[in-house]
């Protein structure tokens, strides 16, 4: 979680395999691009980073956060990757609008992951406002996509070293 003394994008502590072996999904949301976008940069640079294969990550867009989980499904029932990494951004309005689509991608995400016994990493920001959202998209709290994509790897890796 994020807080003034968390930054997400610090894994100083903690061992990051190589990614080189696997190969990565992303399903990015469409909706709040600004935001999305920034989370995409992140995660993708943070799979380059530590090895994976630009031709090993394949990205798709869907319309909006809810639809990750069939884009999750979907690019899983190719059966081409070793995880997904599905980011999304999820602002609180008016209405409660907000509370069904946080908790219905939250389970769609984890049943996926169920049904393909693969890693499907949960990389939505639910905020508050808009400010809450810069913050946790490369601002003062680092990039949500960052630690998606160190969790897509640590969590294949922990696959792989399971199956063998």
């Not at 696997?22 to 600004?34: C, D, L, M, Q, S």
């Not at 996926?112 to 808009?130: C, E, H, M, R, W």
Request: glycine content about 8%; aromatic content about 8%; some cysteine.
């Amino acid at each position: 979680m994020a807080t003034q003394l968390k930054n997400l994008s610090d894994f100083s502590n903690t061992e990051i395999p190589s990614a080189a072996p696997y190969k990565f999904g992303i399903a990015v949301a469409e909706w709040n691009a600004e935001i999305t976008n920034a989370l995409y940069q992140g995660a993708y640079q943070s799979l380059v980073n530590n090895g994976a294969l630009p031709e090993n990550i394949v990205t798709y867009a869907v319309p909006g956060s809810f639809e990750l989980t069939s884009g999750a499904d979907l690019l899983l029932k190719t059966g081409k990757l070793d995880a997904v990494i599905c980011l999304g951004c999820v602002i609180q309005g008016e209405t409660r609008h907000f509370d069904f689509i946080c908790n219905a991608v939250a389970n769609g995400v984890s049943n996926v992951a169920i049904k393909y016994s693969k890693p499907v990493i949960f990389g939505v920001l639910t905020t508050d406002n808009q400010q809450q959202a810069i913050d946790r998209a490369g601002g003062k709290h680092g990039n949500k996509g960052d630690e998606a994509a160190i969790t897509a790897i640590k969590m294949a890796n922990l696959a792989e070293t399971l199956n063998s």
